[in-house]
């Protein structure tokens, strides 16, 4: 795995031939693999890497640089509830420790969502419908809105979840308006 995230030094997917990282490289990578909590499987061939471990290691090859932003588009796939999870609380680690770095996270599922989300922006139809501050965009008119179905959102220990109202609700919000 040490290899892999190696090659964020050289932004190839493969490490290129006579590549030696130097001692501040080697320093970096052994830091990210640290905090990533990924020390343990730092020699491990990738394919025998679970599918959160890859993820983590990725995350760990694109902060190697130390880019000004990370980008992750979905990086939950794939993965079960605990690696989920896992891999949340790293992302969250990652700010803890680099809290100048800016993030974007894509998700479709609002329970992907990090505790460090600070901002959100809802796209439907190829645009943005709602963007700021993740409390005033990921509200259940806003999500309901743009999925074009009666979500309700709630938050809980700085994660949020998001439900279809069942019918029963349904009934009784549309009698309301």
């Known amino acids: 795995m040490r290899e892999v995230v190696y090659t964020g030094v050289t ?25 990533l909590d990924l020390t343990r499987k730092a020699d491990s061939l990738w394919p025998t890497l679970s599918q959160g471990e890859r993820g983590k290691a990725l995350i760990a090859r694109a902060l190697l640089p130390d880019p000004a932003l990370l980008l992750l588009d979905e990086p939950s796939t794939g993965l079960d509830v605990a690696a989920r999870e896992q891999l949340l609380e790293t992302v969250d680690d990652v ?3 680099h809290p100048r770095l800016a993030s974007v996270l894509v998700t479709h599922h609002l329970e992907e969502l990090p505790v460090s989300t600070t901002h959100a922006a ?14 005033t965009v990921l509200t259940s008119e806003r999500v309901s809105s743009c ?8 938050r809980t220990d700085g994660r949020w979840a ?3 109202l069942p019918r029963s609700e349904r009934a009784v919000r549309d009698g309301a308006r």
């Open 162 to 164: 998001a439900r279809a």
């Open 122 to 135: 809802l796209v439907a139809h190829g645009r943005i419908v709602a963007s700021g501050p993740a409390e």
């Open 11 to 35: 932004g190839t997917q493969e490490l290129m031939q006579r590549f030696e990282p130097d001692a501040g490289q080697r320093a970096r990578t052994e830091e990210l693999l640290a905090l």
């Open 147 to 154: 999925f074009e179905h009666p979500i309700d959102i709630s």
């Open 95 to 97: 700010h803890s420790a």
